[in-house]
């Protein structure tokens, strides 16, 4: 009889419990999400990045990166920060302390050839001779060569220079990142070692005493 009792009782607990759980699932308001065992663990309770939020006063939740923050990675790679400042003494400093990460290897001054290419010939010349087709053509000048004046410049300076510019010559730092700076200045050293090529006023006078004391013919003398 007891045990009937307990069966019976038992019964009405596990239909009444049932009975809830099916009306509480069964809401008219589609967007309910009916019944949610531990709602926290869906709805967390720290606001969203774009949800309004009180606690801040202009009420953003997405907060812009704390001043100096530096992106690691995507289309800025290789983003570290500069410690050198853009002045005199800073440029000297590059000059003795400043050292190139990358090794002067084949695929390197290859990619920094490739760079020149495209973001310094015109101006230092393909030689880097300081004769590119902007010097050249009248558009511009003082661009010094690497086998003379810069003869002698260290890495650093070079680097330097990439980063803040030099007189006439504007910051490429936004144009290059990294280990494109460096890769190019790998290649302009390889410019600086280059034979110097003859001043055309020589070539000139070369030409006028080859003229001279030559029996080559005029069209030979063309192509010296
Ligand atoms: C618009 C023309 C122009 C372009 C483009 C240009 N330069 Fe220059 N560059 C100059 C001029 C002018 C100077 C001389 C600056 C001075 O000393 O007054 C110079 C100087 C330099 C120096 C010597 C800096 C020093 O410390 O004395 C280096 C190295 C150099 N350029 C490398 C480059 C490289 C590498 C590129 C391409 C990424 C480049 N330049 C693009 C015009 C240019």
New binding site residues.
């Given amino acids: 009889m007891k045990m009937r009792k307990i069966k019976s009782g038992l019964l009405v607990a596990v239909v009444t419990t049932g009975a809830m759980f099916a009306l509480e699932s069964c809401k008219s308001d589609p967007a309910s999400p009916g019944f949610e065992y531990m709602p926290d663990m869906y709805r967390s309770a720290s606001y969203k990045a774009y949800e309004v939020n009180p606690v801040f006063a202009d009420s953003t939740g997405a907060r812009l990166p704390v001043k100096g923050t530096i992106p690691r990675n995507g289309m800025y790679t290789n983003y570290v920060p500069y410690e050198y400042p853009n002045t005199n003494e800073g ?1 000297e400093a590059a ?1 003795t302390s400043l050292k190139s990460p990358l090794a002067a290897t084949a695929p390197i001054i290859a990619e920094g050839k490739r ?2 290419g495209i ?6 010349g393909e030689a880097g001779d ?1 004769q ?1 087709w ?1 010097v050249t053509g009248g558009k ?5 060569s ?1 086998q003379a ?2 003869k002698d ?1 260290p890495e650093g ?2 680097y ?3 980063m803040y510019g ?5 910051s ?1 730092s936004s ?2 990142n990294m280990t494109e ?1 460096w890769s ?2 790998r ?2 050293q390889t410019l600086q070692k280059a034979v110097p090529q003859q001043p055309i006023l020589q070539q000139l006078q070369l030409k006028t005493v080859l003229k001279r004391n030559n029996p080559l013919r005029r069209d030979e003398l063309r192509y010296i």
């Fill in positions: 440029y000059g760079l020149y973001y310094c010939v015109h101006c230092h300081g590119g902007l511009f000048a003082g661009v010094p690497y004046q810069l410049l300076k070079m330097h220079t990439l030099k007189n006439m010559m504007g490429h144009q290059l700076r190019v200045v290649y302009v």
